[in-house]
């Protein structure tokens, strides 16, 4: 059984990564198990300061999902490479930072006290929002998003995935814009805009207005992105969205996905980036598969 994928000339031992947000930095899951069995972990979000997040309430449990409006609470750039990196690179898997700001410069900054650092790989989060623009996402406009990827890979000295928003304008417009710009690859989707009212307090449930929404509920729609996508650009596609078990996984490789990225599903099963591993080498036996590229986009 052979699992090993490779993106943008880096081997992960299987396709399933930590999403970003879900995993920490892998310290609080590997005291469950190994997590270097994982094909990869993307880091908790990264600014080039620290940054406390969100006041009020972040996250609100949904009836298939979750909604959050944490505002990239994080430690910073320079404490994450001092002491939380070696940890990681300890666990002896492919390490992925996740890159935000609320600006190019912030953006620029970050990539590069990365670029000196052993992160395999710099996973560039054009969701955050723009305060030069009024708050709006740098992933919601493709020329926007266009600018910041040309300007990051610029001076990136990493392999840049691009992780795209789902409440982009045209989200195959956007991911090929991104390559035109580019990026060595892409990952989607992150969050969808979504909103809750307390009725009894007659007011918005999160300090924000609006949050995040991930979990099984989105994942028929991003099925449908990563597969579009998938179609539309060159580069090699992440899948993320709503992965709750092997079977989603295995869509997503279908859909055109290189490898895929399980989060909110962390907080419902510790486990369950264990359990897609095994039940992808299980489908893979049981199906006489040599290699997970025999069903890389199958139906594309």
């Not at 970003?20 to 997590?35: N, T």
């Not at 979990?215 to 580069?235: C, D, N, Q, T, Y």
């Not at 709503?242 to 989603?248: C, L, Q, R, S, T």
């Not at 591993?277 to 040599?290: C, S, T, V």
């Amino acid at each position: 059984m052979d699992l090993r994928v490779k993106i943008n000339g880096i081997e992960f031992k299987n396709p399933v990564i930590a999403a970003s947000g879900c995993f920490g930095f892998g310290r609080e899951y590997d005291e469950l198990y190994d997590v270097g069995k994982l094909g990869g972990i993307c880091t908790k979000g990264l600014t080039i300061n620290p940054k406390e997040g969100n006041t009020g309430i972040r996250i609100v449990e949904t009836s298939s999902g979750v909604m959050n409006s944490i505002g990239l609470q994080n430690p910073g750039v320079d404490y994450f490479t001092q002491n939380e990196l070696d940890k990681m690179i300890s666990y002896n898997t492919v390490i992925i930072a996740n890159v935000g700001g609320a600006t190019l410069e912030d953006y620029i900054n970050a990539i590069l006290k990365l670029n000196s650092s052993k992160v395999d790989m710099i996973e560039l989060n054009i969701s955050c929002p723009n305060v030069k623009e009024g708050g709006m996402s740098f992933g919601i406009k493709s020329n926007v998003a266009y600018d910041i990827v040309k300007e990051c890979k610029r001076v990136c000295k990493k392999p840049l995935m691009v992780k795209l928003s789902p409440n982009a304008e045209d989200i195959t417009y956007m991911a090929a814009q991104c390559e035109l710009a580019g990026a060595d690859s892409l990952s989607l989707v992150n969050t969808f805009k979504a909103m809750d009212i307390d009725i009894s307090k007659r007011k918005a449930v999160f300090d924000n207005i609006y949050a995040g929404l991930s979990g099984p509920a989105i994942m028929p729609i991003a099925l449908r992105m990563v597969h579009e996508v998938s179609k539309s650009v060159s580069i090699p596609v992440i899948g993320i969205g709503g992965i709750k078990n092997a079977e989603d996984a295995i869509k997503f490789i279908m859909a055109g996905a290189s490898a895929v990225q399980v989060g909110t599903y962390n907080f419902v099963n510790p486990l369950v980036l264990l359990e897609v591993i095994g039940g992808m080498e299980d489908f893979i036996k049981e199906e006489n598969i040599e290699s997970i590229d025999e069903i890389k986009g199958i139906i594309l």
